[in-house]
């Protein structure tokens, strides 16, 4: 299985500021992903990550908003632009193992707190 | 669209007792896998289990077990001889075949194994 680790753990931010989280997997992976959980909820795609290309959003997520990098097979980022405090949240990254690629594996999540 | 539903958001079980987690879907499609991930109150989710669709044996992972009922699109995992590091939230996941196919979760049980 992929380990995944994720930085930082945990931010506090003041409004209109951005942060960036990296997100780095132990192997090469083809397809990486962007969660969110809000406080006592599910968790909801922002977007997938294609390496060498623009990132896919799922509805309700702009890439000016949610900017993603992903340089190689073994990274990402997702920059959290203009926060606000609907901002708070749970973001995971996950990834898709490299041989049982039906299964994902995820991050220990990065908890945002927005001023 | 695939629909993931968990219709106990809470529940509490003894040490040493069991306790089964109910979990439904909605999908046309014959063939697909199905998981259940473990969140504990450190936000890491952890695969707990996979099934395949197509394979009428029921998975189990130690302690961890499910009773897959494809016709009527059941999934419930049993948790046998509960341990204090079972609490966590357990959500129930579905995903299609194919790369393009994504995650869709449920929205979570709240599991609490008391003494």
Redesign the interface.
Known sequence: ?AVISQKPSRDICQRGTSLTIQCQVDSQV??M?WYR?QPG???T?IA?ANQGSEATYESGFVIDKFPISRPNLTFSTLTVSNMSPEDSS?Y?C?ARDRV??????????T?LTVL | AQTVTQSQPEMSVQEAETVTLSCTYDTSENNY?L?W?KQPP??????VI?Q?AYKQQNATENRFSVNFQKAAKSFSLKISDSQLGDTAMY?CAF?N?G?AS??T????TRLQVTL
């Open positions: 299985s083809t397809m992903f959980q909820q599910s968790l795609l997938t749970i995971l996950s049982r690629t039906d299964t994902q594996y995820f991050g220990p999540g908890r | 896998y998981f991930y450190s936000r890491q989710m952890i695969l996979r395949e959500f995903k075949t790369t994504k995650l979760f449920g929205t979570g």
